[in-house]
Nanobody
Framework: VQLQASGGGLVQPGGSLRLSCAAS????????MEWYRQAPGKEREFVAF???????NIAESVKGRFAISRDAAKNTMYLQMNSLKPDDTAVYYC?????????WGQGTLVTVSS
């Protein structure tokens, strides 16, 4: 399984970005995909997940501002980020799970700054 994250960039506070994570390879056994982020000098933290049945969960720190979704036909997961704050600045990673394996994408940098 290969994961390709994209969509990061520089955005002003209050702005929006949509991250994408495209999965390829043997994806049929994946049951969950997640977004994590790691800010400079901090540990990686959970942001959101979506299961193959469409169940979702969003971290409290971003609830109400971020939304996770997927397009099964495109094998792609999205993270819509609204009302961005400087504290959202981080490298965002996508992750996918199947029984016995966890796969990570390369990360995409989001910088929120005026």
């Amino acid at each position: 399984v290969q994961l390709q994250a994209s969509g990061g960039g520089l955005v002003q506070p209050g702005g929006s970005l949509r991250l994408s994570c495209a999965a390829s390879g043997s994806i049929f056994s994946l049951y969950m995909m997640e977004w994590y982020r790691q800010a400079p000098g901090k540990e990686r933290e959970f942001v959101a997940f979506i299961t193959n049945l469409g169940s979702t969960n969003i971290a409290e720190s971003v609830k109400g501002r971020f939304a996770i979704s997927r397009d099964a036909a495109k094998n792609t997961m999205y993270l819509q980020m609204n009302s961005l704050k400087p504290d959202d600045t981080a490298v965002y990673y996508c992750e996918a799970r199947e029984r016995g394996n966890i796969y990570w994408g390369q990360g995409t940098l989001v910088t929120v700054s005026s």
